[in-house]
């Protein structure tokens, strides 16, 4: 069994035999993901590939929310650096292939705000699960960068090219009730019934047989790795957005919670 005690934003339990739950813990910040948040979630799923005890994994947030999405500090290191753009353009893509390439079974279950690099290994996850008002959001454009974290690799293949660009370009909200109507996410539960939804799925996975289950996990992850062009491509069209001024404008606005006003900007 592996030590899991030198984490600093994540929480780690065992709520039924050979499920390891993994609790986003910042609650303070609605779990939006700091440097150390970022670094842990994105390298913690070699550490539990390698754990024998571990059959099934959950993935949650503390408090009143999954994750509100990046903090904006980290933002603010990104525009003003090429090295931090370099070091997170590393960690970003490393996050989606971490997650697309573990082998166990992964259930997310989410509730309130989803954004960001959160929102990545929730929709990631092999079963999403969400409270039916959840609030689920990508928020690339309305930031001022391209949609580059995970959406262009996933989002199409799961609710279609159309629903994918109307929601990725409008940044619009969605409940985990309508994520769930459109195919964006596995199932939509009551909020009262998240967790134990989430236990149940991933103890039945935990009980189920492990090598079946992982390759059939490995196969059908196929359709993600084929689209890792259009991934890369996108999260380079991203780091590169976080050089120019619409994010300058992007992160003002959210600093001074008032709309981002891109008019003044070429067309």
């Known amino acids: 069994m592996s030590d899991y005690s030198g984490y600093q934003r994540i929480l780690f339990d065992r709520p039924a035999e050979g499920v390891l739950r993994l609790t986003l813990n910042r609650p303070e910040r609605l779990n939006a993901l700091d440097a150390i948040g970022h670094t842990e979630l994105t390298y913690v799923w070699s550490k539990i590939d390698a754990d024998p005890s571990v059959r099934s994994v959950i993935l949650c947030g503390a ?65 999403s699960i969400a409270a039916k008002t959840a609030k689920i959001v990508d928020g690339h454009t309305r930031l001022g960068v391209a949609g580059g974290d995970h959406a262009a690799i996933i989002w199409p293949l799961l609710c279609g090219m159309a629903k994918a660009k109307y929601y990725l370009l409008l940044c619009d909200p969605l409940t985990g009730e309508k994520a769930e109507e459109i195919g964006l996410i596995s199932l939509a539960v009551e909020d009262a019934e998240l967790q134990d939804k989430a236990v149940s799925v991933a103890a039945r996975l935990a009980d189920g047989a492990p090598s079946a289950i992982r390759w059939t996990k490995y196969a059908l992850n196929n359709w993600l790795r084929m689209m890792g062009p259009s991934f890369d491509a996108s999260l380079a069209l991203e780091m590169l957005g976080f050089g120019g001024p619409e994010v300058v404008e992007g992160l003002a606005s959210h600093r001074e919670k008032r709309q981002p006003d891109f008019r003044q900007f070429p067309g």
Request: overall charge negative.
């Open 63 to 127: 408090g009143r929310g999954f994750s509100a999405g990046g903090d904006l500090d980290v933002v603010e290191a990104m525009i003003a650096t090429h090295e931090e753009r370099a070091r997170m353009w590393r960690e970003a893509k490393d996050l989606v292939y971490n997650i697309i390439n573990f082998s166990k079974p992964l259930v997310s279950a989410m509730h309130g705000p989803v954004v960001g690099a959160g929102l990545v290994a929730g929709i990631l996850a092999d079963v």
